[in-house]
């Protein structure tokens, strides 16, 4: 019986499994449900804007916003120079970070922070697209879309309290949408005085966190909250207008000076186009120089005159009569709306002769084109009087002040001897065993001078100046300069410790009249100070 029961079993269990696939099979077939839709297939152009950012989210800036254009040239660019890119990039960072960092850490108790490796690794960022925006002001603004998913190496070394830890960052990725303006343009290279930049938007950060080896993104909740602070900080700083100014060169020396005067008397215009339906025209004229800022002269509107007379005297600064030119335009003047432009021409200031007066009329084009057909247009004449009045060598606006300049010594100094002047500026890289609250004591011909002392500072700046008067000129005598810390507690083992000290020869001063040098300090790591000396002399 029980190898019967076994036979039955087995063949029950095929027969009853056959059965059931047939079934389920059956009804899936020709049970299908009656409320399921066939999808709908539309071509993407026909989708609005919004659908098609939510179906295609990497699309590139310069196609959703028709008015970035593509770079893909500077992508290309900024790949061949990356590796060059990456070291000035980042020696630039150090520069700017340090005195941020030397003016925040007091605050948090730290004695110390800096960059024990700093790279942007080996990929660099893309531009998705870049805006320009015209101004009528001499300026360049750029709105680039940056995304950059790197592999850097930027590790920190922070000591505070006696202790030393390290922080690495890895895997950062930063999109971003800054401003870049480079303002005011000046015509000496490279073109610009100065760098605003500012964030449009909050940056998207990511990236990974080491603390001592460890992940420390992967205790629970604080990736959210670092990524919210690195943020809010950021746009506290920098999100606009608020911006991070970079001076390339001093803009007062970049722009050149007023050189003369240019009188323009607006005489007549004769045979406009009418432009009102009315059958006349409104006219006034609109005056400047090329390569000036200011605001344009205009005449008083003549209204319904087709041939109107002005006699209006205008003065100008000229600032480089070679390239200059006088731009002159008429326009119809409009109650309601834009003015309409009825014609333009110019004037070369270098066609002018100096000192005499010279009438000129001038045919009034639609553009400065010489191509453009509409030129051959007929659109009425207009007649200007004009003189150009060089300044004479005596009026001629004195420049910036010479930066070398030395000052005379004070009455009453020796007339064999003269005023010896220090003026120490800053230090850096400067560091002790025990503290590192710096100050600088000098020590020449036997007198000593000291400056103030500066607490917890490793890039230490003075800026403060020491006058000897010498009977002779020191052409042998060494000037002793050492950096030294002062405990700010009560300590009785280290009160002081020495930071490094140089031994400065006088005789190149008495010669050149004026050092500004930066000295690498005897036995100090990395300290360098920086010191500037002037002989002056009756």
């Known amino acids: 019986m029980g190898i019967l029961s076994t036979i039955a079993s ?14 389920g099979y059956y009804l899936f077939i020709y049970f299908q449900p009656t409320d399921v839709k066939d999808p709908v297939i539309q071509p993407l152009v026909e989708q609005d804007a919004k659908t098609l950012q939510l179906l295609l989210p990497e699309i590139p800036t310069w196609i959703k916003n028709p008015d970035y254009d593509r770079l893909d040239w500077l992508n290309k660019f900024i790949l061949y120079m990356w590796p060059y890119l990456d070291k000035a990039i980042c020696k630039t960072a150090r520069s700017i970070a340090k005195p941020i960092i030397a003016e925040q850490i007091p605050k948090y108790k730290i004695d110390s922070v800096e960059f024990e490796e700093l790279s942007l690794g080996s990929l660099p960022p ?31 070394a922070i000591k505070a309290f006696g202790l030393r830890a390290t922080v690495q960052v890895v895997d950062l990725q930063v999109f971003a949408a800054p401003r870049i303006t480079l303002k005011p343009l000046v015509p000496s290279f490279p073109c610009f005085a100065n760098i605003y930049m500012s964030l ?77 339906l009315l059958g006349a025209s409104d006219p006034y004229v609109k005056l400047k120089l090329t390569e000036e800022k200011l605001p344009s002269k205009k005449t008083t509107v003549k209204y319904k005159n087709l041939n109107p007379e002005w006699n209006e005297e205008f003065n100008v600064v000229v600032k480089d009569p070679e390239s200059q030119v006088l731009e002159l335009t008429v326009y119809d003047w409009e109650q309601i709306g834009k003015h309409d432009k009825m014609g333009m021409n110019v004037i070369p200031l270098k066609e002018i002769t100096p000192d005499e007066p010279k009438v000129v009329t001038l045919n009034l084009l639609k553009t400065m084109d010489p191509n453009d057909p509409e030129n051959e247009k007929l659109r009425g004449q207009l ?21 070398n300049a030395i000052e005379k010594a004070p009455e009453g100094t020796p007339a064999s001897g003269g005023l010896l002047v220090i003026i120490v500026h800053e230090a850096e890289d400067v560091e002790g065993k025990h503290h590192t609250n710096p100050y600088v004591r000098l020590l020449f011909k036997g007198e000593e001078r000291k400056t103030k002392h500066v607490k917890k500072n490793r890039d230490p700046r003075w800026g403060e100046s020491f006058q000897f008067m010498l009977e002779e000129p ?42 500004n040098e930066k000295y690498h300090l005897i036995d100090s790591r990395n300290g360098r100070i920086q010191i500037e000396l002037q002989w002056r002399t009756p």
């Open 10 to 23: 087995f063949f029950g269990f095929g027969v009853g499994t056959s059965i059931g696939l047939v079934i």
């Open 126 to 156: 893309t531009f998705q697209g870049m805006k320009v925006y015209v101004t009528d002001e001499k300026e360049l603004i750029m709105e680039p879309s940056v995304k950059w998913a790197g592999n850097p190496n930027i590790i920190v």
């Open 200 to 276: 449009m938007e909050k940056p998207h950060v990511d990236f990974g966190l080491k603390l001592l080896g460890a992940d420390a993104m992967s205790i629970p909740g604080l990736y959210r909250i670092v990524q919210e602070i690195i943020k809010d900080q950021v746009a506290n700083m920098y999100l606009w207008p608020k911006a991070l100014e970079v001076q390339i060169m001093d803009p007062t020396k970049a722009m050149k000076v007023p050189v003369g005067i240019l009188h323009v008397k607006v005489v007549r215009a004769e045979k406009l186009k009418k432009k009102d």
């Open 383 to 403: 007649t200007v009087e004009v003189l150009y009045k060089p300044f004479k060598e005596d009026e001629l606006p004195q420049s910036t002040e010479d930066s």
């Open 474 to 515: 020191p052409t042998n005598e060494r000037l002793y300069v050492e950096v030294q810390s002062a405990s700010s507690k009560l300590g009785l083992l280290h009160p002081k410790e020495s930071l490094g000290y140089v031994d400065i020869k006088l005789s190149d001063v008495v010669t050149n009249k004026r050092i």
